[in-house]
């Protein structure tokens, strides 16, 4: 196994690790490689910025129609993380947008999340703490990478039912291995955790 695709293996993104064994691999271990360079003179803001552009370019260039809507929230009970910058970005936009957390179910996320038992919290607990009684995200605007990236074309009932066998994700090797590079350089934290250790800033 070669030293990209080890390091693949253990990046976050989720289409990034689906492409690994296919066709695309040595073309995703190729930019992955090559985004590594890239980051190794680049500060957070910046990879911010450039980690946004991938993003909606995989939007923009999608072949297929995105199931993702407003109001559908199966996602937003995944475990997200954070950089150090996207830390900042949350807290200055909690400043000038304050939000109503529910403290006693980030107590449940944060202890779960220390004691490695996050999924064998039942789907409800998951609930991020910042979705609304819409089910919409109260930080939009600032929300992290990950929430952004992940972009379905199935029918989201198997998303809300976690039948991953049948989730389909829009794919593109080229900004997965960019992420990917992005989550195995910088040093990130569990949202929920972040959150409880820093309620008093919120």
């Given at each position: 196994m070669s030293q990209g695709k080890?390091?693949?293996?253990?990046?976050?993104?989720?289409?990034?690790e689906a492409q690994i064994g296919t066709a695309?691999?040595?073309?995703?271990?190729?930019?992955f490689l090559q985004h590594r360079q890239w980051l190794r003179e680049q500060k957070e803001a910046a990879v911010q910025t450039r980690s946004l552009e991938k993003i909606d370019?995989?939007?923009?260039?999608?072949?297929?129609?995105?199931?993702?809507a407003a109001g559908c929230a199966a996602c937003c009970h995944a475990r997200v993380d954070i950089s150090k910058h996207e830390k900042r970005l949350i807290l200055a936009h909690l400043k000038t947008n304050p939000v109503t957390i529910d403290r006693e179910r980030l107590a449940v996320q944060t202890q779960a999340l220390r004691e490695g038992t996050w999924?064998?919290?039942?789907?409800?607990?998951?609930?991020?703490?910042?979705l609304d009684k819409s089910s919409r995200c109260s930080?939009?605007?600032?929300?992290?990478?990950?929430?952004?990236?992940?972009?379905?074309?199935s029918d989201r009932q198997h998303c809300?039912?976690?039948?991953?066998?049948?989730?389909?994700?829009?794919?593109?090797?080229?900004?997965?291995?960019?992420?990917?590079?992005?989550f195995t350089k910088f040093k990130?934290?569990?949202?929920p955790v972040f959150l409880s250790e820093?309620?008093?800033?919120l």
């Open positions: 080890k390091e693949i293996d253990v990046a976050w993104i989720p289409t990034a695309q691999e040595p073309l995703l271990i190729q930019a370019q995989v939007y923009q260039n999608g072949q297929q129609p995105i199931s993702c999924d064998q919290l039942p789907f409800p607990a998951r609930q991020c703490v910042f930080i939009y605007e600032a929300r992290p990478l990950l929430c952004r990236r992940y972009f379905v074309t809300y039912a976690e039948n991953w066998s049948q989730i389909s994700r829009v794919t593109n090797p080229d900004a997965d291995a960019f992420l990917s590079a992005v990130f934290e569990a949202l820093n309620l008093d800033r």
